[in-house]
């Protein structure tokens, strides 16, 4: 699987847009671009997901670099219940059947 | 509720013994996944099953065994446990789309998460 980097943690304040930025220099024609993220206690849950266009839906949003080398998973105005690992995650055809996981950026909204 | 469901949530136990963590999806899904997620929070994946078979097997030791009797149930099964073992284990589920879609597309729900620690 093609890997990803994210930082390891980011801060923002309640009510702000948070960017997450993620890197995927080897992607290939195929990949798709998904985003999950963990609440404390709780399994990972789906957020977005894209191929090459931006897209758009009520969690969230992702803008896709033109040369799909790196992304950004917005949340448009962050709450304390956001506060979570996010990750950055490659998803392929060989690959498909399973998620692989990587360190994820934690995120810590201030009140 | 639609859901993936695991019990139990939290399971001690001693060194040695066998235990079992069952797994529930009524989504209508094909696939379902064991991921382990250690004390350093790194989320790995174990099995998956597709429609009951076994397609992946992540070199996970032989006392792991999962067993699927139906394709909405995943249960996992660990014998002679070890204190390694302590983890927090997920179980997933996901459809496969339609032909022509690309696989990569799909995606997973996970259920809570149930925490085994041994003694």
């Known amino acids: 699987d093609a890997k990803t980097t994210q930082p390891n943690s980011m801060e923002s304040n309640e009510e702000e847009p948070v960017h997450l930025p993620c890197n995927h220099s080897?992607?290939?024609?195929?990949?798709?671009i998904h985003w999950y993220r963990q609440l404390p206690s709780q399994g990972p849950e789906y957020v977005i997901h894209?191929?090459?266009s931006n897209v758009n839906n009520r969690m969230a949003s992702l803008a896709i670099a033109e040369d799909r080398k790196s992304s950004t998973l917005i949340l448009h105005r962050a709450t304390l219940r956001d506060a979570a690992v996010y990750y950055c995650?490659?998803?392929?055809?060989?690959?498909?059947?399973?998620?692989?996981f990587g360190q994820g950026t934690r995120l810590t909204i201030n009140p | 509720d639609t859901a993936v469901s695991q019990t139990p949530k939290y399971l001690v136990t001693q060194m040695g013994n066998d235990k079992s963590i069952k797994c529930e999806q009524n989504?209508?899904?094909?696939?379902m996944y064991w991921y382990k997620q250690d004390s350093k929070k790194f989320l790995k994946i174990m099995f998956s099953?597709?429609?009951?078979?076994?397609?992946i097997n992540e070199t996970v030791p032989n006392r792991f065994s999962p067993k699927s009797p139906d394709k909405a149930h995943l249960n996992l099964h660990i014998n002679s446990l070890e204190l390694g073992d302590s983890a927090v284990y997920f179980c997933?589920?996901?459809?496969?789309?339609?032909?022509?879609?690309?696989?990569?597309?799909?995606?997973?729900?996970f259920g809570a998460g149930s925490r085994l620690t041994v003694l």
């Open positions: 997933a589920s996901s459809q496969e789309l339609s032909a022509g879609t690309l696989a990569g597309a799909n995606v997973l729900t």
């Open positions: 080897t992607i290939s024609g195929t990949d798709y």
């Open positions: 894209g191929l090459t």
């Open positions: 995650i490659l998803r392929d055809i060989q690959g498909a059947q399973k998620l692989v």
């Open positions: 989504l209508g899904h094909d696939t």
């Open positions: 099953y597709n429609n009951k078979e076994l397609i």
